[in-house]
C-alpha cells in the first residue's frame, strides 16, 4: 500500500505565495506522473500541473491559469513533489490535491493514489 502525505496550505493575501508538498511513502518500486488537482466547492476538480522523469530530465506542465506563476517540481530520491505558488489570487482558493502513479513491484502495472488534500486559501 503506498500513502500520500500533504503539507503546506494556508490562509495567504492576494500576491502572496505557498509551496505545497506531497510525499509518496510505503510499498514503492517507482513513481510515475505526479499531478496536482484543485477543487472549490461547487466545481469539477481541475488539473493544475503534471512532472514527468524521464532519465535524469523532468517534463513539467502547467493549466493555462497557472503558467508563470506556479512552478511543479519533484525530488525522487525522496519520492516528493513540490508546487511553489506564486502571486495568488483569490480564484486559486481550493482544496489541492496530490495525485501520483505508483508501480509497487516491478511485475505491477501502475496505479494512482490521491493525497488527502490541503486547502489553499486566498484573501485580504
Known amino acids: 500500500q503506498v500513502q500520500l502525505v500533504e503539507s503546506g496550505g494556508g490562509l495567504v493575501h492576494p500576491g502572496g505565495s505557498l509551496r505545497l508538498s506531497c510525499a509518496a511513502s510505503?510499498?514503492?518500486?517507482?513513481?510515475?506522473?505526479m499531478r496536482w488537482y484543485r477543487q472549490s466547492p461547487g466545481n469539477q476538480r481541475d488539473l493544475v500541473a503534471t512532472?514527468?522523469?524521464?532519465?535524469?530530465?523532468?517534463?513539467?506542465n502547467y493549466a493555462d491559469f497557472v503558467k508563470g506563476r506556479f512552478t511543479i517540481s519533484r525530488d525522487n530520491a525522496k519520492n516528493t513533489m513540490y508546487l511553489q505558488m506564486n502571486n495568488l489570487r483569490p480564484e486559486d482558493t481550493a482544496e489541492y490535491y496530490c495525485n501520483v502513479e505508483v508501480r509497487e513491484r516491478p511485475s505491477d502495472y501502475s496505479r494512482t493514489y490521491w493525497g488527502q488534500g490541503t486547502q489553499v486559501t486566498v484573501s485580504s
Open positions: 510505503g510499498s514503492i518500486f517507482s513513481i510515475g506522473a
Open positions: 512532472i514527468t522523469s524521464i532519465g535524469s530530465s523532468n517534463y513539467a
